[in-house]
Structure formats: structure tokens, C-alpha cells
């Protein structure tokens, strides 16, 4: 279908946005890649008055490291972070998860900030930050305040983002060395919606592993850190034993609802088999 | 939020871009899909309209040199930008070998899909050169195809890859 009519506007400044979204409050909505919100308008899912498009905004794209952080603008397109040479050395989990997104077109347009801010429980951004304990930086009219990844996913599509802010950029810490890390995910289709998938991030050394992260999407409603498996698995080494105990754990962390595919039971099968799988891959 | 403008909002907008190397300026609905001004607006009927969600391929375009969904880009938001369909790349010459291994191939049957699929295996031969059959399907995921089960697609892009990679330019 076609979209419902809207009006658009294209700020050339954060203040210019702020301006916009708070006189035309719930009636408008932030344009950045699209790439979902563009769908969901042409399926006729939501019926905005305004979009406000943030594309043109300058300093809001591009990947920098300094020191032990790396910050990612949230204008940053899936394809740029899939590219980076600083993403592959500095924080590998990204540029593994990046292939995953959807297609080589929609990695083009999409960005890092506008799947962070729209917080789908299958999308592989929130999970991947919420592993490697990154802060989302939201800037308003009265200024700019930083939410830890795990804090920021409080339901289904909805986030710590108050009315008229925006995602600015996404700051990760740059894991210690030694550090490991791993993205799985299944889908029926490569480049569908994952139906289980797993960031994991973990240090091995003499067969055990350690300060081991395993953030789940597609399980629940929004990421989740499975702390029961991690707390199951930290620091043992790795038998066949211990990764029973890790999946087993999973019970206690996930209560995946099911969906059109996959029954609750099964969700929770998938993660336990990705779980053992991602185990194994940081380990090897 | 308390504070909303009565004011009505403008639902056009206007636009300045360059497509196929040629400047065009409109006044569009804001709504329109970047595929319709092309289809509509421009009578450049080649690019498709397929499931309109962006999951079939069908509206694959460039705009600045990268590969996109027109049915998941604004025109608003091409504006400013160049933007090149099936009818230039076609004209200029730059997809011919890939359309004459199509065509060898029988890479198509109704044809749908086929403006996509060049352009999107035109992107892949351009930027990964030495791409596997796996990596040639990976990059294809995204354009959909019900007549010719892929085979011959994919067989179609890898011996334009494997005639470039023996015989480079």
C-alpha cells in the first residue's frame, strides 16, 4: 500500500528538531534511514502528522574511537558499521551481527540509532549494545543525559526515550584484550526477522570462559541478559556438563512469549541451542 | 505533549535532484515513494513496485552510488541526490555484461524481478569481486525471484565475475 499523507520537515539542527517535535508532540515522528518506519506507514500501522526528518542534521554520523570508548553517531547506516575497520578491531560482535540486519539495500539506509530508538525485541543493535554494556546518549531541548543499554529497552518498541528527545549516539566500551565475542542468530530466510539470537561476548583462557555476556533477541520483549546462564557458566570450564547447566539456567532468565512460528517452548529451545553453540564458538 | 500547533501542515514538498545524470525539480506529495515520482512523475516505468515493505526487491535503485529500496526512501529524501534506475544503467552501458549473461543464462522469465536483481548484482560486482556462489545468493537474499528458482542467476553473476576476474579491465 501507499502511505497515509503526512507533512515533512527537514531540521538542519538538533534545536531546529527539538523545536518540531515539541510543538507537533505525539503527531510526529523521527525520520532517520526509514527503513522500518517507512514500512510500517506503507502497511498503514501508524499514521504520523509530521515526519521529521534528522538525515540532514550534521555530526550525528560517523564512528570514532578514543581511549577505551568508541562512539558510534546514531546516524551511522548498518552497511558504514559492517565496513568499519575500527568496528572489526575495536568491537568484532558488531561487525558480526551487521550481516544479519536485513539486505544489502536496507543496510544501506538503516541506522544504528533508528533501530536503537525503535527497540524491535528481534532487531540485533539493542542485544549487541546491551552485551557490551553501551550507553545511548539522548539529547532534548534542556540537554543531553546518557542511558545505559541496559536500562534503556523498558517493553515492546518502547525505551527510556522521553517525548522530543532524540538518540544522539551510541558509546561502547572498548572490551578488554582477550576478549572474545560471537553473533548468532536463526532465521527461516537469510535476512528475515530472527526468530532466536544471541550477542555473546566472553574471555577464554585454559578452557574456561570468563566475564562471559549473553544478550538474547527474538526471546522476549525486549533484549535480554541472561544472568542465570552467565552466572551458570562463569569462570568453569568448559564441559558438556557446563553448558547443560548454562541452558538449563536459560529457563530461569527468558519467558519468551510465542509468535506466529514458534511456540513458547520452542523459543526457548532455539536459545538453548544457540546458547550451546555460542559457548563453544568463544571457546574455540 | 500539551503545546500543538492548529496550523495545517504543508503535504508537499518540493525537490531538486539528478536522475540518470539529468537535473529535475517538482513539487510532490511528501508521501511520495522515491519509486513512484521515478514511475509516475518521470514515466520511468523499468524499476518495479513490488510488495511495497521493502522484503521483494523489485524497486532496487542507486541513489549517490549505493544501493536502496524505493519503496522504503521518501522522493523528499532524495533530494539533493543522485539518483540512477535500470533505464540509465541500461543506456550507459554499465550493466551489459551482466544483461547479456542474463540473457545466455535465461537468468529471467517474466522479467519482474530482473531490473533489481541487475542492480543489485551489479553492486556486487563491483564491490566484491571475487564473490562465491554462497556469497553471490547472501548478497541476492533481498530480491525476490518466482520464476527462475535462482540457479541461473547466480550462475548468470558468477561467469560475468569470472570473466572480469580473467580478463580485467
Known amino acids: 500500500m501507499k502511505a497515509p499523507p503526512f507533512a515533512y520537515a527537514r531540521p538542519k539542527s538538533l534545536a531546529e528538531a527539538f523545536d518540531l517535535l515539541h510543538s507537533h508532540g505525539d503527531d510526529a515522528r523521527v525520520l532517520a534511514g526509514g527503513q522500518s518506519l517507512l514500512a510500517?506507514?506503507?502497511?498503514?500501522?501508524?499514521?504520523?502528522?509530521?515526519?521529521?526528518?534528522?538525515?540532514?542534521?550534521?555530526?550525528?554520523?560517523?564512528?570514532?574511537?578514543?581511549?577505551?570508548?568508541?562512539?558510534?553517531?546514531?546516524l551511522t547506516t548498518h552497511a558504514e558499521i559492517e565496513r568499519s575497520p575500527v568496528i572489526a578491531r575495536a568491537a568484532p560482535l558488531l561487525a558480526q551481527a551487521a550481516p544479519h540486519i536485513a539486505h544489502a539495500a536496507i543496510r544501506n539506509s538503516g541506522t544504528i540509532g533508528g533501530s536503537i530508538a525503535l527497540a524491535d525485541p528481534a532487531a540485533e543493535w539493542p542485544a549487541c549494545c546491551v552485551a557490551l554494556d553501551a550507553t545511548f546518549v539522548l539529547a532534548g531541548k534542556k540537554g543531553r543525559r546518557r542511558v545505559r543499554a541496559r536500562e534503556f529497552f523498558h517493553d515492546l518498541y518502547a525505551t527510556a526515550l522521553k517525548s522530543a528527545e532524540v538518540l544522539t549516539a551510541v558509546e561502547i566500551p572498548v572490551p578488554q584484550a582477550g576478549?572474545?565475542?560471537?553473533?548468532?542468530?536463526?532465521?527461516?530466510?537469510?535476512?528475515?526477522?530472527?526468530?532466536?539470537?544471541?550477542?555473546?561476548?566472553?574471555?577464554?583462557?585454559?578452557?574456561?570462559?570468563?566475564?562471559?555476556?549473553?544478550?538474547?533477541?527474538?526471546?522476549?520483549?525486549?533484549?535480554?541478559?541472561?544472568?542465570?546462564?552467565?552466572?551458570?557458566?562463569?569462570?568453569?570450564?568448559?564441559?558438556?556438563?557446563?553448558?547443560?547447566?548454562?541452558?538449563?539456567?536459560?529457563?530461569?532468565?527468558?519467558?519468551?512469549?510465542?509468535?506466529?512460528?514458534?511456540?513458547?517452548?520452542?523459543?526457548?529451545?532455539?536459545?538453548?541451542?544457540?546458547?550451546?553453540?555460542?559457548?563453544?564458538?568463544?571457546?574455540? | 505533549m500539551a503545546k500543538r500547533k492548529p496550523a495545517r501542515l504543508e503535504q508537499t514538498v518540493e525537490i531538486a535532484l539528478t536522475v540518470n545524470g539529468i537535473k529535475v525539480t517538482r513539487r510532490i506529495d511528501a508521501r511520495q515513494h522515491l519509486i513512484d515520482f521515478l514511475r509516475e512523475e518521470l514515466g520511468l516505468t523499468g524499476s518495479h513496485v513490488g510488495c511495497e515493505h521493502g522484503v521483494c526487491g523489485a524497486c532496487t535503485l542507486r541513489v549517490d552510488g549505493k544501493i536502496v529500496r524505493g519503496c522504503l526512501t521518501l522522493a523528499a529524501q532524495a533530494d539533493g541526490r543522485s539518483v540512477e534506475t535500470i533505464e540509465g544503467l541500461s543506456d550507459a552501458g554499465t550493466i551489459a555484461a551482466l544483461q547479456e549473461a542474463f540473457h545466455k543464462r535465461n537468468a529471467l522469465q517474466c522479467g519482474y524481478c530482473t531490473p533489481g536483481m541487475l542492480i543489485a548484482a551489479h553492486d556486487l560486482v563491483t564491490r566484491h569481486p571475487r564473490a562465491t556462489r554462497d556469497e553471490i545468493r547472501e548478497h541476492l537474499s533481498g530480491n525476490y525471484c518466482r520464476c527462475t528458482g535462482y540457479h541461473a542467476i547466480v550462475d548468470a553473476i558468477e561467469s560475468v565475475l569470472k570473466a572480469k576476474s580473467s580478463n580485467p579491465v
Open chain 1, 40 to 74: 510500517a506507514l506503507n502497511m498503514r500501522l501508524s499514521a504520523p502528522r509530521l515526519l521529521v526528518d534528522i538525515t540532514r542534521i550534521p555530526g550525528l554520523s560517523g564512528i570514532q574511537r578514543a581511549g577505551n570508548k568508541i562512539t558510534i553517531g546514531a
Open chain 1, 179 to 284: 576478549s572474545r565475542s560471537v553473533f548468532l542468530e536463526l532465521t527461516r530466510r537469510r535476512g528475515d526477522y530472527a526468530m532466536a539470537g544471541v550477542a555473546a561476548v566472553a574471555k577464554a583462557a585454559r578452557g574456561a570462559l570468563s566475564d562471559v555476556r549473553l544478550a538474547y533477541l527474538g526471546v522476549g520483549r525486549t533484549p535480554l541478559l541472561a544472568r542465570k546462564a552467565m552466572a551458570a557458566i562463569e569462570g568453569k570450564p568448559l564441559s558438556a556438563a557446563a553448558i547443560k547447566s548454562a541452558q538449563d539456567a536459560l529457563a530461569g532468565d527468558l519467558d519468551p512469549d510465542g509468535d506466529v512460528y514458534s511456540a513458547p517452548a520452542t523459543k526457548l529451545h532455539y536459545a538453548r541451542v544457540l546458547t550451546r553453540r555460542a559457548l563453544e564458538a568463544l571457546n574455540g
